[in-house]
């Protein structure tokens, strides 16, 4: 995993996080990185490996939530030929390139309990199988896994192995959100935009103007470092002027003419009222989607209206963000597994394609 990216900051809660990371480099020990979307897992997961012992031996990376969970243990594990149906030669895994290296297991809470068991044996015994092997291998592989979940919660929940994340949890590395780091948004803004004026050709960099700062130190940044690099990166290659830089869009999907809802994108057609409703009790008629609709044509019993409530509601924000549980459990402000427990209940868990 080679990087062009470069760690920046200076505020005293990132360097403390970076401080903790390069004592723990030196050390042959699990490291686990914790942080948000956006914050900068995979550069310190690299930092970790150039200032390990390892750092002239491979860093071989594997996101967990990329892979359908059926391949997931065959890319990690390696497979013989004839293991599965299209498996028509034998492959290394993960762990076999990463051999003597570093393994970074992004996205680590979205692995399934059986390949975590079998990942507990490759970090405790330091051996491997393939599937359809007979025998394990040995393997010499240093783990660096990220995810931006709370994994203590899910061992709770019982969605991940507590002797798991005993053995990985050696070190662990939190890195702060940008919105606890302001004083680092200038300088990146700096970092991000100089760039990107050499990219497209510009003879200087005239840096940003006051209102394009203002609104760059105001946002709340729920994409961290990642967003911000897009926004700035945006503002400068449409920057049409002469000063400074000093028009920021933050949402780049913000239009007029931007679909309204509904699977087709178009606009939802109202239900009319029956001819024979006054105007009055028209205006004081609930809208269709609010809670006292979905109340009212549900059952008569408190507990069955406030579930049928919540399980359209669920179904009406999954809908709206394309079956993504993490954008759907961002929008109505809960976590990952909280959205989870709740799919379950309602058993819309199949319907989100999970």
């Known amino acids: 995993m080679e990087r062009t990216s470069q760690v920046i900051g200076q505020s005293g809660a990132f360097l403390d996080a970076l401080e903790r990371a390069s004592r723990a480099a030196a050390l042959d020990r699990p490291v686990l990185v914790i942080g948000e979307r956006g914050t900068g897992k995979e550069l310190v997961a690299e930092r970790l490996h150039r200032l390990s012992p390892r750092w002239d031996q491979p860093l071989v990376v594997m996101n967990c939530a990329a892979l359908p969970e059926s391949l997931i243990e065959a890319e990690l594990f390696g497979h013989e030929a004839g293991a599965f149906t299209g498996a028509t030669k034998a492959r290394a895994g993960r762990f076999e390139e990463a051999h003597r290296g570093t393994l970074f297991l992004d996205e680590l809470g979205t692995l399934s309990m059986a390949a975590q068991e079998r990942l507990l044996r490759a970090v405790e015994y330091g051996e491997i199988t393939r599937i359809g092997a007979s025998r394990p ?40 959100p940008l919105r606890a780091r302001t004083g680092d948004i200038a300088v990146l803004a700096d970092h991000f935009g100089r760039r990107m004026a050499s990219e497209i050709g510009w003879d200087r960099w005239p840096g940003f103007g006051p209102r394009a700062l203002d609104q760059l ?24 002027g002469d000063g400074p830089v000093d028009a920021i869009e933050i949402d780049p999907f913000a239009s007029p003419f931007r679909p309204q809802g509904g699977a087709g994108g178009g606009p939802r057609r109202a239900t009319p009222a029956p001819a024979s409703a006054s105007a009055s009790s028209a205006a004081d008629a609930p ?18 209206r406030v579930a049928q409530f919540e399980r359209e509601l669920l179904a009406r924000a999954l809908a709206d963000h394309r079956f993504n549980q993490r954008a759907t459990a961002e929008a109505l402000g809960l976590s990952y597994d909280q959205l989870r427990h709740a799919l379950r209940r309602h058993e819309l868990i199949n319907a989100t394609g999970s």
């Open 217 to 240: 130190h105001t946002y709340r940044w729920p994409g961290n470092v990642r967003e911000l690099r897009n926004v700035v990166e945006r503002a400068v290659y449409r920057w049409d």
């Open 137 to 176: 291998a040995r393997v010499d592989v240093r783990i660096v896994a990220a995810t931006n979940e709370h994994l203590p919660d899910k061992v709770d929940a019982h969605e991940f192995r507590a002797d798991l994340l005993d053995r990985l949890s050696f070190e662990v590395v939190t890195l702060p």
């Open 287 to 304: 809208p269709e989607d609010s809670p006292v609709a979905a109340c009212e044509a549900g059952p008569s019993d408190f507990k069955s």
